[in-house]
Structure formats: structure tokens, C-alpha cells
């Protein structure tokens, strides 16, 4: 077995992975400060953006009355990936990592376009949305972000 095997926990509704100590620091510093992560292929950059996702939608995380007193994001988590098949990939790590509602756009999607009620749909129902660039650019012009 593996020490990439033997990190895997499984646990009854998601699955979770237990971060290297390499990992571990990347995160702190990802926590107080920007930080690219170069790394090599399979070295578990995937792994340090779920710890951040996870713990930036902890602290954007309120009970609103709204809500029947459920825990809402007051913000929205945007994942940018470079290619279209990422997106789908990302998004089920995100899906089986964390409890948080994640939705994936890919340019050759479609998706959306410029329509801002499709939009405001989706960041009402979503708390984490893995995208590329060119979506990414959709938004900003529609000043959604």
C-alpha cells in the first residue's frame, strides 16, 4: 500500500484524504497570504485548494433566519481551472471533499452565456463554482463578480 493509499479515510458520506506535512504548510501560508502552489503533476495541489475552499467557506458560513436558522456562505467561492475537462474533474473532487453545494462551467459547455437570471440562479444555488477563464470573463462583464 501506498502512503497516497494509506492517507484515504473513508468516511460515510465523503471521502477525506489526510494532507502530507509539505501540504499542511502550504496551507497555513495560503491562509494569511496569496501563495502559488508550483508543484509537480499528482504532488496534491488538489488536495491544498479543497483545505482552503473548506476553510474560507467556514469562515463565510452564517445561520440565517431566512433559512429556518440553517448555516448559509454569506460568499461565494469561485475555483478557476485552465482547461474545460478540469472543470468536471475539480468539481467531483470538491463534491466528495466537502459538504458544499459545487456546480462546474466549461467554456465548451455553453452554459449560461450572458443570461444574469441564469447566473443569479446559480450563485443562489451554489456555494463553490469551478469554472474556466472564459466563463470567468462572462461574469465580469456582467459585474457579477
Excluded: C
Excluded at 499528482?42 to 482552503?52: N, Q, V
Excluded at 452554459?111 to 465580469?140: C, I, N, P, Y
Amino acid at each position: 500500500m501506498s502512503a497516497s493509499d494509506s492517507a484515504v479515510n473513508a468516511n460515510a458520506d465523503t471521502l477525506r484524504l489526510a494532507p502530507r506535512a509539505y501540504q499542511e504548510e502550504i496551507f497555513s501560508h495560503a491562509k494569511v497570504e496569496n501563495v502559488i502552489a508550483a508543484l509537480g503533476t499528482g504532488s496534491g495541489k488538489t488536495l491544498i485548494a479543497t483545505m482552503l475552499v473548506k476553510y474560507v467557506a467556514a469562515q463565510t458560513m452564517i445561520t440565517a433566519p431566512e433559512e429556518n436558522g440553517q448555516q448559509v456562505q454569506t460568499k461565494k467561492i469561485v475555483f478557476l481551472v485552465p482547461l474545460a475537462p478540469l472543470v468536471e474533474q475539480q468539481r467531483n473532487y470538491l463534491e466528495h471533499q466537502t459538504p458544499l453545494r459545487v456546480r462546474g462551467y466549461a467554456g465548451s459547455t455553453g452554459v449560461g452565456g450572458l443570461d444574469r437570471g441564469f447566473w443569479a440562479q446559480e450563485f443562489k444555488e451554489a456555494d463553490v463554482l469551478v469554472m474556466t477563464g472564459t466563463h470567468t470573463s462572462t461574469l465580469a462583464r456582467l459585474g457579477l463578480i
